[in-house]
């Protein structure tokens, strides 16, 4: 039996099908899923795909190009303050201390959030234990 990573509430991730690097990231165990804060999301049925901005200005990745990625699927979220959204979701190879993941990231607009990423219970199960008195233990291996 393979042991499971101890990480803190708040951690740094790569997107590396999205060339984003050091992404700040809060840990979410009330969250089903990953999500990711984007500007100017559109979705083409027809084609099965999204374009979407990463980020916002004040981002110092924000580089303001459009990004063109298949769309996965479209699913209904359930926000915090319980809201229904129909989100686009996108399939990413993610880096997370030191190993890479195949994950799904919703798109969504987290300006009013203090982390542009949240990493929810799908990405978690299995794989790694949350200590919430900790936090940037990537930052230690």
Do not use: W
Not at 72 to 97: D, E, H, M, P, W
Request: net charge positive; with cysteine; charged share 30%.
């Amino acid at each position: 039996m393979s042991q499971k990573k101890i990480i803190g509430r708040r951690e740094i991730v790569d997107i590396l099908d999205l060339e984003l690097y050091g992404l700040d990231a809060k840990i979410d165990t009330g969250a089903d899923s990953n999500s990711l804060h984007c500007d100017d999301i559109f979705i083409d049925n027809e084609n099965k795909i999204v374009t979407f901005k990463l980020l916002d200005e004040v981002h110092p990745a924000y580089h303001g190009k459009k990004i063109v990625m298949p769309l996965y699927k479209l699913k209904k979220v359930k926000s915090s303050n319980g809201t229904v959204q129909l989100r686009a979701t996108i399939q990413v190879i993610v880096s997370f201390f030191g190993k890479k993941y195949k994950t799904d990231i919703s798109l969504t607009d987290r300006s009013d959030m203090k982390y542009p990423m949240l990493i929810g219970r799908k990405f978690l199960v299995n794989r790694f234990l949350v200590d919430v008195s900790k936090e940037y233990l990537t930052k230690v291996i």
